[in-house]
C-alpha cells in the first residue's frame, strides 16, 4: 500500500512539475484567467497535452498505466513519455526499501513528498531553466521533516554553517559572473547543502557537478562550444541531493 502511495505521490508531482511549467510559464497563461490558473492546475483531469481527451481511469494505474497504453495516447495516437513509469517506479522502490530496512513509516512517507518536491524543481530546470522561489519552503520544511524522522534530532549548527558557506560562495560567484548562474541557483544549493550537512555536502557538490560535466559533454552536439552550453543545473543539484539521501540512509541502515 506505502509503495502504491509513493508511485501515486511520483505521477502527482510530476504532472504538477509539467503543470508549472505550462500553465505559470507557459501557452497556458494566456489561455486562462489568472485567478482560475491554479484551480486548474490542480483539478484538471490527466489529459493528452495534444488532444485534450482525458485519459481513462484504467491507465492512470501507477506504474503499469503506461505500458497498458503501450505508451501512446488512445484517442490521437501521440507517444507518451516512459519516463512517467520510471519516476513512479523509482519511487515505489524507494519507499518499499525505506519501509522494509529501517521500519520507519513515517520518514518513508515525508521521504516521498521530499523527493517530490525536487522532483518539481528538476521538471521546470531542466525544460525552462526555472526553479521556482514557491517550491523551496516545501523542500526545506519536507527536507528537515526527513532528516529529524530519520535521525531524531533537528539539523544542527555545522548544517546551518555548511548552508551559509555555500550561500556567501555562489552569491560572489553570481555577483562577479552574472551570466552563469542566477540567484535560484544560489538559493537551491544553499538549501541543498544545509539539507545534506557535513561531511556529506562534499559528495554532494562533486556529484552535481560531476553528473553535470559529464552528460553535457555526453549531449554536445556538433558545433556547439561547450563553455557556451546552459547546463540546467538545477536538475543535477536534484539528482545529487537524492544521492546524498539515500547514502545517508544506506549509513543508518547499516550503523
Ligand atoms: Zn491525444
Known sequence: MGGLFASLLASFYTTLGERILFFIYGKGRKIYKKESIWNKILTKPSHCRKCNTNISPLFLTPIIGGLLTKGRCNTCNTKFSYYYSITEFLFFILFIINLYFLNNILFSVIFSFF?????????????????????????????????????????????????????????????????????????????????????????????????????????????????????????????????????????KIEY
Open 115 to 251: 523527493i517530490g518536491h525536487i522532483i518539481i524543481s528538476m521538471i521546470t530546470d531542466y525544460n525552462k531553466f526555472i526553479l521556482d522561489y514557491e517550491n523551496l519552503p516545501f523542500i526545506l520544511f519536507f527536507g528537515v521533516l526527513s532528516i529529524y524522522t530519520l535521525n531524531g534530532s533537528l539539523p544542527g549548527w555545522d548544517n546551518l554553517y555548511v548552508g551559509l558557506g555555500f550561500f556567501i560562495t555562489f552569491f560572489l560567484v553570481v555577483f562577479v559572473y552574472p551570466t552563469g548562474m542566477g540567484m535560484g541557483d544560489v538559493f537551491y544549493i544553499s538549501i541543498y547543502s544545509f539539507l545534506v550537512g557535513h561531511p556529506l555536502w562534499i559528495f554532494f557538490l562533486n556529484t552535481a557537478y560531476i553528473l553535470a560535466l559529464l552528460s553535457s559533454v555526453l549531449t554536445l552536439k556538433k558545433n556547439e562550444k561547450f563553455l557556451k552550453k546552459k547546463i540546467p543545473m538545477g536538475f543535477y543539484y536534484g539528482i545529487a541531493v537524492i544521492i546524498t539521501y539515500i547514502i545517508k540512509i544506506y549509513f
